[in-house]
Nanobody, 120 residues
Framework: QVQLVESGGGLVQPGGSLRLSCAAS????????MGWYRQAPGKQRELVAT???????GYGDSVKGRFTISRDNAKNTVYLQMNSLKPEDTAVYYC??????????????WGQGTQVTVSS
């Protein structure tokens, strides 16, 4: 199996920055795609950003130009640099990985979530 552990959430003022990290561990043969999703109270989980093994990225419309996703394949770690944060960015942020394990099974895995609160 694969475990994802997120870190870096917290409270920040509007206009501030935070950097989230997510490290994957376990019986990993290869991680194809990694990404971040978020869920605010009373809302559906939404895509924030994804990154392929080769470095191709995609972003949700609401974060384009403000957030940057990156990954370190050697460390099985994905990062999310969040700049110019707004109160509407407040949510629980979840790390996602589509991984193939050593038994050659491919599945989606999720972290436990990290709270990001943007407030003055």
């Amino acid at each position: 199996q694969v475990q994802l552990v997120e870190s870096g959430g917290g409270l920040v003022q509007p206009g501030g920055s935070l950097r989230l990290s997510c490290a994957a561990s376990g019986s990993i043969f290869r991680i194809v795609t990694m990404g971040w999703y978020r869920q605010a109270p009373g809302k559906q989980r939404e895509l924030v950003a994804t990154i392929s093994r080769g470095g191709s990225t995609g972003y949700g419309d609401s974060v384009k130009g403000r957030f940057t996703i990156s990954r370190d394949n050697a460390k099985n770690t994905v990062y999310l640099q969040m700049n110019s944060l707004k109160p509407e960015d407040t949510a629980v942020y979840y790390c996602n990985a589509r991984a193939t394990t050593y038994d050659l099974e491919s599945n989606d895995y999720w972290g436990q979530g990290t709270q990001v609160t943007v407030s003055s």
